[in-house]
């Protein structure tokens, strides 16, 4: 890194944790300046990557450099320290959402392009398309994941139990998922010898057309193809609308339309259009004319339709033969296929664990719950905890032990690196990856609307990965499990890389290999007995069971401990989940009041200092960081996270607590005399203004808060609204 770069990297992102970190980000900049440490921010908020990606129709004003190019660079320099908190991965409503407030600030940015036509149109959708998704995090995963509950959360968690939703063995709530032709059933896998080149191709009766070319992949790479089936993914979702009808639940479509950018929504739009069968086969032209997209869901069809009275008509006719549908919010009668982005599988399955496998129905009461999971790939794991918790009652988080998780993510591992490679197949055909040598590696016939996609993991992020379960058992003696499925094509392919690594360790007798369904099961038995274990995944399990586990132990995934060990020698120190996000804005916007709880951010910043403190020998750095933990424990001791009603205190307050319990525990420390005193008078203001700080910070509540924006925010209204204690900014300076 140069000598201009910041010691840490603090991103800007979007929604709750942005605007806390409005709050919070003063005072850590604050603190680290005793320890001549410099904090910067890189913008790869959804608003900044947009902004960034249209240079040449902007003011110079306007401009912004693309800093999730520039911070991609950084993760792969030995020094890289940055903070991470969750973006957005947007859907198609969310993007098209913050163009148009972008455009209404006078943003000169083209429209989105649902059908584009011509050479330009064409060029905005591309650039547009590269912003959708999980278009951040593989860029800065050059690493793989290290995620478990902090010490100090645990052991609160435990103290505290959260509730639970009570089981029952007659409970109807399932998973269901398809039983063939599915991305799980259709998967082909192979390990390169060599380094190839690789082009896709759909070959058909009129000829051959190219999907993409010119797809590089280093020697010893593992490389997927599959595909899922349109007519059996039709008739699947028809055939569960019939069931959940008949068995009287909910019925409710759990999927990923944010990271899996392509295939996700595809399969959304085929919900919708199962519901709706009747009325898209009696008005489908009509629909389309009036611009009805399935892929965007619900509430953008009935948006685009509802000056039809007929179509209207006809879908209410539909809807009253329906069986009652999951609701996002029932008072605003927000159905669950409203929007691909409102139900997000890895969110929305833990909580409905959690409440004992209920839902909420158009009714505002909840109910036992159909989840369909159309892929069978990794629905498992929801089935087997639903089976389990149905024969042996709720999980008690008061004597529970904990779930760690290390995940192999880094250089776009598996599914979430396969936005380029993933297709809705036009014709009917055959679909080949064809080597440079010639060399045909998949091969799969595919039927008009089926949805192919290939994926790839490297050698070298799987040697580190293994390398990374290695030292973390040998660290914590805990059960430790390789979630890999023998019997699944690209899960066959890492065991024939991992046993070896393991044997010539000699570690190999310390590690079990279970696939996912056996795996949830031993996992669920080893922490309802109090004991520990570690899950070892690829990554979109990493992704699921960093919010399954946490949330039934923690009653939220936004709490963990996530530490990115660049494979260069950074470190990438993540600060939780921000799946709830959208309605903690909402409800800062309607009354000034911000539930968020940054202890997912208090957990990565000690982290992030001793991190500095080890790679640049900065013993102040340590300092800072040891005293992070403490006044995190302080906040956990004291009870002085945010409560989620108007009127308790909130996001804001907690920030005033941390920076004091932060600063006592600095002016108390004997292995700095300087930082001691440099901070024990701060430490005697905040004490001693807590009456007048407290009551500035609870002064605005109940009222509309104005932001100036939702994706875009003002930074001057943004910073009035979460630094509203005069008492407290002057302390802190």
Same mark, same amino acid.
């Given at each position: ?12 992102? #979007?929604?709750a ?39 040449? %129709?902007?003011?110079?004003?306007q ?5 999730? @190019? ?9 020094? @890289? ?7 957005i ?8 959402g ?17 059908? !584009?036509q011509t ?5 905005a ?7 959708k ?6 860029v ?20 505290? !139990? ?27 896998? =192979? ?33 997927? @193809? ?8 039709g008739?699947f ?28 929504p595809?399969?959304?739009?085929h ?5 709706l069968?009747p ?5 489908? #032209? ?6 009805v997209? !399935? ?20 879908? #209410? ?22 929007v ?24 505002g ?17 929801y089935?087997?905890? &639903?089976?389990f ?6 999980l008690?988080? @008061?004597?529970?032990?904990?779930v ?11 599914? +979430? ?6 297709f ?13 040598d ?40 805990? %059960?430790?499990?390789?979630w890999?499925?023998?019997?699944r ?11 070896p ?6 570690v190999?007798d ?5 696939? !996912? ?37 923690l ?6 401990l ?6 260069n ?19 800062l916007?309607e009354e000034?009041h ?8 208090f ?18 750095? %340590?300092?800072?960081?040891?005293a ?27 920030? +005033? ?10 002016? =108390? ?22 009456? =007048? ?38 302390? &802190?300076?």
């Amino acid at each position: 890194m140069s000598d201009t770069t910041p010691d840490i990297i603090y991103t800007k992102v #979007d929604e709750a944790p942005e605007l806390a970190s409005a709050s919070l980000l003063p005072i850590i900049r604050s603190f680290a300046a005793a320890a001549d440490v410099s904090v910067g921010t890189k913008d790869i908020s959804l608003a900044g990557r947009i902004i960034a990606a249209f240079p040449e %129709r902007l003011t110079d004003a306007q401009r912004q450099p693309d800093d999730l @190019a520039i911070l991609g660079e950084l993760v792969k320099q030995p020094q @890289a320290n940055v903070v991470k908190l969750p973006n957005i991965s947007a859907s198609v409503p969310q993007l098209v959402g913050a163009i148009k407030e972008l455009q209404s600030q006078g943003y000169d940015l083209p429209d989105y392009p649902e059908d !584009p036509q011509t050479d330009a149109e064409k060029q905005a959708r591309a650039r547009y398309d590269a912003i959708k998704g999980s278009a951040v995090n593989p860029v800065l995963r050059e690493g793989n994941s290290d995620r478990r509950a902090a010490t100090a959360v645990k052991k609160y968690a435990q103290a505290n !139990p959260h509730r639970m939703g009570d089981w029952s063995a007659t409970s109807k709530t399932r998973v269901s998922s398809m039983n063939g032709n599915d991305f799980r059933a259709n998967e082909k896998s =192979a390990t390169l010898a060599k380094a190839a080149t690789a082009k896709i191709v759909l070959e058909t009766a009129d000829g051959e057309t190219v999907l993409k070319e010119g797809v590089s992949y280093p020697a010893g790479t593992v490389v997927d @193809a599959t595909f899922m089936s349109a007519k059996a993914l039709g008739a699947f979702l028809a055939d569960e609308i019939v069931k959940t009808k008949a068995d009287g639940t909910l019925f409710s479509l759990h999927l990923k339309a944010t990271m899996m950018k392509v295939s996700d929504p595809i399969i959304f739009g085929h919900a919708v259009k199962a519901w709706l069968a009747p009325v898209f086969e009696k008005f489908g #032209d009509r629909m389309k004319a009036l611009g009805v997209d !399935p892929n965007s869901g619900l509430g953008d069809l009935l948006d685009k339709v509802s000056g039809d009275a007929e179509i209207m008509a006809a879908i #209410d006719a539909v809807n009253a033969e329906r069986p009652d549908m999951y609701m996002v919010n029932s008072d605003k009668g927000i159905t669950n296929l409203h929007v691909p982005s409102d139900v997000i599988v890895d969110a929305s399955m833990p909580a409905l664990i959690r409440a004992g496998g209920k839902g909420w129905g158009s009714d505002g009461k909840e109910h036992d719950t159909n989840c369909v999971i159309p892929d069978n790939s990794y629905a498992p794991i929801y089935d087997e905890a &639903i089976n389990f918790f149905k024969a042996n009652g709720k999980l008690n988080p @008061a004597t529970a032990g904990t779930v760690q998780n290390l995940g192999l993510m880094a250089q776009k591992a598996e599914e +979430y690196g396969s936005h380029p490679t993933t297709f809705e197949i036009p014709v009917d055909g055959t679909v080949k990856m064809i080597l440079d040598d010639g060399t045909v590696l998949h091969s799969h016939k595919v039927e008009a609307g089926d949805i192919w996609r290939s994926a790839s993991t490297r050698k070298a992020p799987i040697e580190d990965w293994v390398n990374l379960a290695i030292e973390r058992q040998k660290i914590t003696g805990y %059960r430790s499990i390789f979630w890999l499925d023998a019997t699944r094509a690209h899960d066959a392919q890492l065991i024939a890389m991992v046993k070896p690594i393991l044997e010539a360790k000699g570690v190999a007798d310390k590690f079990q290999i279970m696939a !996912p369904r056996e795996a949830t099961r031993a996992s669920l038995e080893t922490i309802t007995k109090g004991e520990n274990t570690i899950a070892i995944t690829g990554n979109v399990l990493r992704d699921y069971l960093t919010d399954l586990f946490p949330i039934l132990e923690l009653a939220t995934s936004a709490k963990m401990l996530s530490i990115v060990k660049l494979m260069n020698g950074g470190g990438l120190f993540e600060t939780g989940a921000g799946g709830s996000a959208p309605k903690h804005v909402q409800q800062l916007q309607e009354e000034n009041h911000l539930r968020w709880d940054s202890l997912g951010e208090f957990c990565a910043l000690g982290e992030s200092f001793r991190f500095l403190a080890s790679a640049k020998g900065n013993a102040k750095a %340590r300092v800072l960081g040891d005293a992070v933990d403490t006044a995190t424990q302080g906040i956990l001791d004291n009870d002085r996270s945010p409560g989620r009603k108007v009127g308790q205190p909130d996001n804001r307050h907690s920030h +005033y607590w941390f920076a004091r319990y932060w600063a006592e525990a600095l002016a =108390a420390q004997t292995d700095d005399a300087e930082m001691a005193a440099h901070f024990a008078p701060m430490a005697k203001a905040l004490a001693d203004g807590e009456a =007048a700080i407290t009551a500035e910070l609870s002064a605005g509540q109940g009222k509309p808060a104005d932001l100036g924006g939702y994706y875009h925010t003002d930074p001057a209204k943004t910073a009035a609204v979460m630094r509203p204690s005069a008492t407290f900014n002057a302390i &802190i300076g």
